[in-house]
């Protein structure tokens, strides 16, 4: 996806707003208007799609006594957390996810143990975040040893970058978001303009984005039809999304 850069897609959308060698947006507000459909496009393909988008992340260690830990700095969305008791060795865990008010309900939150439940919480809850990370995870019992936490979440979007970045690697179920990202920044720069000739331009856009969807599903096409009880015996039972069928 390295045509996914502002320096590429800045003229594309100038030509497709016709408005190439215009003054009346200057570069930066291109950039601008590319951003905010390229973040458009990417929480609303990760609200349909979740599970395509996210990651794990080994969250380190636990510190000891201290209830909170920072979230990952990409942090958008948390699915679960498992934890290590062993501390060293042997496997991860899920916890159980609750919630601050819950948690100051039900749990003696001054004790100190293996942690069974978590619950995320800002920067202004008591011992929850260590000073200046905006949001954190907080784990009940308060961990009395450095347990080795794993997170699975969804990143946040970043940021389309300037130039070709060979660093930059974008989600591989974005490919081919360059023409809706396109459209879209354009869309943006027409309506900036009061252009009321915006119908050519839409369509285009609805027309890249049902392609991406399209190419999203289903991702996995040999996942089957039917949920199928192989335990009924023959001829088994199974589930087509509505009704039960079989004996």
């Known amino acids: 996806m390295s ?9 594309r959308v100038r030509r497709r707003a016709d408005q190439v060698g215009s003054t009346f947006r200057a570069d930066a507000d291109v950039n601008d208007y590319i951003q905010l459909a390229y973040r458009e496009l990417y929480y609303y393909l990760v609200g349909r799609y979740e599970d395509y988008f996210t990651v794990s992340s080994t969250g380190g260690a636990l510190v000891p006594s201290v ?23 042997g496997p991860y865990r899920p916890l159980t996810r609750t919630t601050l008010r819950e948690a100051l309900t039900r749990f003696d939150t001054s004790l100190t143990g293996t942690p069974t439940h978590y619950w995320l919480a800002g920067a202004e809850a008591a011992t929850a975040v260590p000073t200046g990370k905006p949001w954190g995870i907080v784990f009940y019992h308060t961990p009395d040893a450095a347990y080795q936490i794993t997170l699975v979440y969804v990143p946040a979007a970043g940021a389309v970058p300037g130039a070709v970045d060979a660093t930059r690697t974008f989600n591989p179920y974005l ?7 396109t459209c879209a920044a354009a869309l943006k720069l027409l309506n900036d303009e009061q252009n009321p000739d915006t119908a050519a331009v839409t369509s285009d856009m609805e027309r890249a984005l049902a392609r991406l969807e399209a190419a999203l599903t289903p991702v996995d096409a040999a996942e089957p039809a039917q949920i199928v009880d192989r335990e009924a015996g023959w001829p088994w039972r199974g589930y087509d999304g509505q009704d039960w069928w079989g004996p």
């Open 67 to 89: 209830a909170g830990n920072p979230l990952p700095a990409d942090f958008f969305k948390l699915l679960s957390v498992s934890l290590r008791p062993a501390v060293t060795t």
């Open 3 to 11: 045509d996914l850069n502002l320096d590429t897609i800045r003229p």
């Open 175 to 181: 490919t081919g978001a360059e023409d809706y990202v």
